[in-house]
């Protein structure tokens, strides 16, 4: 989680974390100061949750990455633009488009997001169920997802099923 100071919040003590910002979490002293721009909600860290030292945590954060104009934190499936003066300038994706005029994509390298391959992963998946049961089991557990009418129901009430692991095993 990201926090403003780089402190750790000791069990016991309020965290204010952000109702729009992914992963963004202040102490007391950084709340009071009221410089973030969204709403934050308070909570209370519970008993036995210790933070890391002050030393992990500035390792933790030499290792992560995050947007200069937004703070957002990049994962490696994100789009950055990485300013070619200074490569420890970057912008996300979202604030590069927002800014175009005060950005200029020659002045940037864009450094393209990790993919995923889909199909690699799913037929692991597969794989490793196969290897959890034997055919007639796996065969059962297929006709009775079958027999659901629904596995989830989504915004507005609709009832809904996901048909993407099934398809790989029809493949199969």
Known sequence: MFL????????GHPR???LECEDFCQCK????MKDHPHKMKKFVV???CTPPSDKEIQAILENTKFCAECSYK???YDFQYELKKNKEF???EDCFKANERQYKEKDF???????????????????????????????????????????DVISGGI???????IKVFERN
């Open 4 to 11: 403003a100071c780089f402190k750790g919040i000791k069990e």
């Open 16 to 18: 204010f974390e952000c």
């Open 29 to 32: 002293a950084c709340a009071d």
């Open 46 to 48: 519970p008993q036995g």
């Open 74 to 76: 990049f994962t490696e």
């Open 90 to 92: 970057l912008i996300c």
């Open 109 to 151: 390298n864009k450094i393209q997001p990790k993919k995923v391959d889909f199909e690699k992963v799913v037929k692991e998946d597969v794989t490793k169920l196969k290897g959890m049961y034997k055919d007639k089991e796996l065969e059962e557990l297929i006709d009775s997802y079958y027999q659901l009418d629904f596995e």
């Open 159 to 165: 009832k809904t099923r996901f048909k993407v692991l």
